[in-house]
């Protein structure tokens, strides 16, 4: 099962919107509403920001939001801010295998 | 509060094994799928395992079925990861997550922080 592909850097200056792409495949994102954002700072475990597609666990800032077209989904964050500033990545439920399937990661840069 | 504490990583030779545990609390183990994720020093997050609630079934990236076992103890809230004939290619931070739902493959909304597996001579 190949890795989902995401932008390896998106950048931002305070204030603005960012939108971090995610593509798959008929077999993950087209197929399935199982779509999940991490977050992850250097060092650290991953926090669940979103999962099914647009869903925000609870404590997360509704800043972020997700979305899904076709094979592809997109984490957007509004208002950026400094401590947004790590790497994300998505991930879907697959029918090529019963893991579940990551993107490759994308890095935010607050300007 | 949900908590996942991982331990058993640690230096180990080419050929050798390791058993990873990674004890839980705050939430009814025994009603949700759980897994192994791994990331390779500056690498991306890559499945390893899961098994589900019941421990019935479970699942392996083809880059350690074979060698790698996973399985769990609702009685004691544990879930282990047994890895035998490891390669420098495992080499990476393990990390515990427990899933949403009592299968595997949605989303994890619970990690731990990490247990470090070097294979190296």
């Known amino acids: 099962q190949s890795a989902l592909t995401q932008p390896a850097s998106v950048s931002g200056s305070p204030g603005q919107s960012i939108t971090i792409s995610c593509t798959g495949t008929?077999?993950?994102?087209?197929?399935?509403?199982?779509v999940s954002w991490y977050q992850q700072y250097p060092g650290k475990a991953p926090k669940l920001m979103i999962y099914d597609v647009s869903n925000r666990p609870s404590g997360v800032s509704n800043r972020f939001s997700g979305s899904k077209s076709g094979n592809t989904a997109s984490l957007t964050i509004s208002g950026l801010q400094a401590e947004d500033e790590a790497d994300y990545y998505c991930?879907?439920?697959?029918?090529?295998?019963?893991?579940?399937?990551f993107g490759t990661g994308t890095t935010v840069t607050v300007l | 509060e949900v908590q996942l504490l991982e331990s058993g990583g640690g230096l180990v030779q080419p050929g050798g094994s390791l058993r990873l545990s990674c004890a839980a609390s705050g939430f009814t183990f025994s009603s949700f799928a759980m897994g192994w994720v791994r990331q390779a020093p500056g690498r991306g997050l890559q499945w390893v395992s899961s098994?589900?609630?019941?421990?019935?079934?479970?699942f392996y990236a083809d880059s350690v079925k074979g060698r790698v076992t996973v399985s769990r103890d609702n009685s004691k809230n544990t879930l282990y990861l047994q890895m035998n004939t490891l390669r420098a290619e495992d080499t990476a931070v393990y990390y515990c997550?427990?899933?949403?739902?009592?299968?595997?493959?949605?989303?994890?909304?619970?990690w731990g922080q990490g247990t470090r597996v070097t294979v190296s001579s």
């Open positions: 997550a427990k899933e949403r739902h009592s299968w595997s493959g949605s989303s994890q909304d619970y």
């Open positions: 991930s879907s439920y697959t029918s090529s295998s019963t893991l579940g399937v």
């Open positions: 008929s077999s993950d994102i087209d197929a399935y509403n199982y």
């Open positions: 098994i589900s609630s019941g421990g019935g079934s479970t």
